[in-house]
């Protein structure tokens, strides 16, 4: 009789771990029953996270919390509530069925909880953004590719461990054992090799007569190579088409099961300079509206002034910190008293009355620009009520670069007031396999427009007089509202400057590696150590840029990095080791040369381990939490230490970028590859989902545009690159420069039975085939079959390649210069903008600013009369006005604020009910 075993539930049993700092909480907390709610935020202590459980329990030591005694002071355990409650993501507890509903924000009038970290799956992620939700799918199917491939390998894995290089196997250390390392090798006679060819050779594979020839079996390994060649051609693209079907139909299935700001919403790029009036667009609009405009916002080019009232907030929350608690950081008393106290002057750091001196010159600046200077539109954004009005309109003004150029209408695609479009007509369901592969369907919609007598169709479609560039908008956090006056050909000269710079880093990079190319440790010790630090050093390239969202310049980022990683982990190695060291083993009396492989597996190594530990331990955040919150002055500092750590989608793709990239790479020389970039990214895959669940803080929403680019562009590129460095490197075996003589030319090679001949095909050849051995040959029979699978199968994919490039970039490129090309995604949900916007994914375009050391965002505009739901959090103890750049305006000018005209954006929102 089988025995029943009860199912466990691991978040409980992980949760029972947490008892024992429980107990240890009851003295620091002093509540008579542990269970009870704290008052803060109203969190049950069982739900706690251990981070703030440890911090509880290390409260009642002074040295960690100096604030221990401070009656009146800023509370440690408030600040952690607010790190659990507003900067991590929470759902809502007890909902209908079980299921997952992501909480606003701060939310404090329902039971809600942390996600739990096992039980959340990749569709319950669908709550942090369509962008996140995608990143992690992507991880998760790249890592099961690796692996498939890898069992597919397992034959020639097998064959270099076995049949490769015999006996003298036992001198490769174990993890090296399933590479192509050949450590079998005889001396052989080679005039020219010592000769006119000795600076081919590294002078310990010659000794002035003969030289060093690798004798691995090279013969017998057709068919573990074509096994190898099926896993690298037909699985390859099997799962190319499938991975691009995939995901395209997920973009899809997750934008429907998502009801967002940009489903409703749109952006005009080319308004009118002056047309600063809502109603105006409003009653533009409503033509092609069925349930009429939720929203307007009209963004001006302030960019000047908004960023001298953010330094001014940085630098009067600096001053404040040097003051005593509560004093008036404008009395100039007390900062002259407070400078005079100071222990330690330096330069570079500000005291209070050069703070104050600050602050005083800003509030100059800030008067000049409100009162001297008049602000133009730069960018509106139009929600609608229903999806169907968005989508019309973008039917019906959508069109080419060159009408927009001409401002000429499109009538084209009317016939009479009607417009005719087709869209799809079914949902798709990815756990539903009948539904997943069922054709999209289509259906026919007649837009009617409504004119009069004396107006005509062309009139309907221009504002002002203006053909509209209108698109659909990101969502509202993915907008950088500072950035959208910048044009676009200032932006295109910002980003060649900023990739001139990284090439010229890239390039040095590659001297630095090859400087330190004697040492293998210390490479992989740079390599490893650059790919941690560098994406820091592209952020700072990157803020070279101007970007109107923030996919953009995630994109910009990504590229960046991506190149960089690639480059230094995978290209550097291989450029830096001289071509008979890829699988040959230098010796020497004392030790043996670590080959190329030796340098890979490392790298690869590192993977596993170094990044995805370094974002676990959280260096820079532990400190901020547990050493400079614990010692803030005040509530609203400690809790700015409790922001959490930045989410860079862009740092997130790269790593699984670089993975795969040297992964398939080396693949062909050291099958293990494959398995180490398997576990490599499902390892990235468990950590990063943890630290997006427990340590990160909300990023914006930047849709699929970055998950495109990877997909498209890099990982695409990779697998091309893999099959083509694949060719090169069957068709270099043995890698030693030796051939045997030709009988017929003896007398040119001195009687010799051996000779140089160059296998390295890399430099020489553009496509690696056994015909261009001319008349030395190298290759053994089975050896050219594979090289020539290889070669031809890489040319394919090169041109199916470039025929892509040419259908999905460069033709719609140029279509999109005569007609529109915006076509809508999925189906129409039917759901009004007025029934969703309650939820944390629907937010209006209210101009918004995350700043650094900052609690909340800092807004930038009058919200007077707009539902609070709108603005994505809630401020529970200071409210919205606290956070509000208008008001610092307000206060400098007092009296002066010129009411007669507009200086920040404008936002305004209608009740269409």
């Not at 680019?709 to 990982?715: A, D, K, M, P």
Request: charged share 20%.
């Amino acid at each position: 009789m089988a025995k029943l075993v009860k199912a466990v539930d691991v978040d409980e049993l992980l949760g029972k771990s947490q008892f024992l700092l429980l107990d240890a909480t009851k003295h620091v907390v002093e509540m008579n029953d542990v269970e009870k709610k704290c008052d803060v935020y109203g969190d049950d202590v069982k739900k706690m996270t251990t981070a703030r459980l440890f911090a509880r329990f290390m409260s009642r030591f002074k040295f960690y919390n100096p604030n221990k005694n401070n009656e009146g002071g800023p509370n440690l355990d408030a600040a952690w509530a607010y790190y659990e409650n507003v900067t991590l993501a929470r759902i809502y507890d007890n909902t209908k069925n079980g299921e997952v509903v992501r909480a606003q924000v701060g939310d404090t009038g329902h039971d809600t909880k942390l996600y739990p970290y096992w039980r959340t799956t990749i569709h319950d992620l669908k709550a942090f953004g369509f962008s996140v939700r995608m990143y992690f799918s992507t991880v998760f199917a790249l890592s099961c590719f690796l692996f498939g491939a890898g069992i597919l390998n397992l034959p020639l894995l097998t064959y270099f461990r076995v049949d490769y290089s015999g006996e003298t196997r036992n001198g490769i250390i174990n993890p090296f054992g399933g590479s192509a390392i050949c450590s079998s090798y005889v001396w052989v006679e080679c005039e020219n090799c010592n000769s006119e060819y000795s600076d081919k050779f590294h002078s310990y594979r010659l000794d002035g007569k003969n030289v060093m020839r690798n004798v691995c079996n090279f013969d017998d390994w057709l068919l573990p190579g074509m096994l190898a060649w099926f896993a690298s051609v037909a699985f390859i693209v099997a799962f190319l088409i499938a991975f691009f079907w995939f995901q395209r139909k997920a973009e899809i299935v997750f934008d429907e099961e998502m009801q967002t700001a940009s489903d409703y919403s749109l952006k005009v790029s080319n308004p009118p300079p002056d047309a600063i009036d809502p109603q105006e667009w409003k009653i533009f609009f409503q033509t092609f509206a069925d349930k009429g405009v939720a929203c307007v916002t009209i963004a001006l080019n302030n960019a000047e002034l908004l960023n001298a009232l953010l330094q001014r907030r940085i630098a009067l929350k600096q001053l404040q910190k040097m003051l005593p608690i509560g004093a008036d950081p404008t009395k100039k008393n007390l900062i002259i008293e407070a400078d005079s106290q100071r222990c330690i002057k330096l330069p570079f750091f500000p005291g209070p009355i050069k703070m104050y001196e600050k602050i005083k010159r800003l509030n100059e600046q800030i008067k000049k620009l409100i009162l001297e200077r008049d602000y133009k539109v730069v960018a509106v954004f139009v929600t609608f009520e229903s999806e169907r009005s968005q989508r019309n309109t973008l039917h019906a003004l959508s069109t080419g670069k060159l009408n927009l150029w001409r401002n000429k209408v499109e009538t084209s695609k009317f016939e009479g007031n009607k417009l005719h479009v087709r869209e799809n007509a079914n949902s798709s369901n990815l756990n539903n396999l009948t539904e997943a592969f069922q054709t999209d369907v289509t259906e026919s919609l007649v837009i009617n427009f409504t004119t009069t007598s004396d107006e005509s169709i062309e009139s309907k479609l221009r504002f002002k007089g203006k053909v509209l560039n209108i698109s659909e908008s990101a969502e509202p956090f993915d907008i950088r509202w500072k950035d959208l006056e910048v044009s676009y050909f200032v932006r295109c000269i910002k980003c060649v400057f900023a990739l001139l710079i990284l090439v010229f880093f890239i390039f040095w990079s590659g001297y630095f590696v090859y400087e330190l190319s004697y040492n293998d440790n210390l490479t992989v010790l740079y390599i490893a150590v650059s790919n941690v630090v560098v994406p820091k050093i592209c952020e700072l390239i990157n803020s070279l840029e101007s970007h109107s969202t923030e996919g953009k310049r995630q994109e910009s980022l990504y590229v960046k990095i991506a190149l960089f990683r690639c480059f230094n982990s995978g290209v550097a190695l291989l450029l830096i080791n001289g071509f008979i060291e890829t699988i040959s083993v230098m010796e020497t009396n004392q030790d043996k040369k670590k080959s190329l492989i030796y340098s890979v597996y490392p790298v690869i190594c590192a993977e596993l381990f170094t990044i995805p530990t370094i974002k676990l331990l959280d260096i820079m955040g532990n400190i901020r939490k547990h050493i400079l919150a614990p010692r803030a002055r005040d509530q609203e500092e400690m809790n700015s230490y409790m922001s959490g750590a930045k989410f860079e989608l862009a740092e997130r793709y790269t790593d699984a970028t670089k993975i795969l990239f040297v992964a398939l790479f080396y693949s062909t020389i050291m099958p293990e590859s494959y398995f180490l970039g398997a576990t490599a990214l499902m390892i990235h895959f468990l950590f990063g989902k943890f630290c997006l669940l427990r340590m990160w803080r909300h990023s914006p929403d930047i849709g699929p545009r970055l998950g495109r680019l990877s997909r498209n562009s890099f990982f695409s590129s990779t697998l091309i690159i893999h099959m083509v460095v694949s060719a090169y490197f069957w068709s270099g075996y043995p890698y030693d420069q030796v051939c045997m003589s030709d009988n017929e030319n003896d007398d040119v090679y001195n009687g010799s039975a051996y000779a140089f001949c160059n296998q390295d095909m890399f430099g020489s050849h553009i496509l690696p085939l056994p015909r261009f051995q001319k008349n030395l040959k190298w290759m053994s029979p089975s050896q050219e079959k594979l090289t020539s699978m290889y070669g031809w199968s890489s040319l394919i994919l090169i041109f199916i390649g470039v025929f892509f490039i040419l259908k999905n970039s460069i033709v719609p490129a140029i279509e999109s210069l005569f007609y529109t090309t915006y076509e809508s995604d999925g189906k129409d949900q039917g759901l009004d903008f007025s029934e969703v916007k309650h939820l944390q994914e629907v937010q209006a375009y209210i101009p918004q600013m995350r700043v650094q050391g900052f609690e909340y965002p800092l807004i930038a505009c009058n919200i007077n009369n707009i539902d609070e739901d709108l603005l994505g959090w809630n401020d529970r103890f200071k409210g919205f006005d606290a956070h509000n750049l208008t008001n610092d305006a307000s206060s400098i000018l007092d009296a002066e604020f010129p009411t007669e005209k507009q200086v920040f954006s404008i936002v305004k929102q209608w009740s269409v009910r």
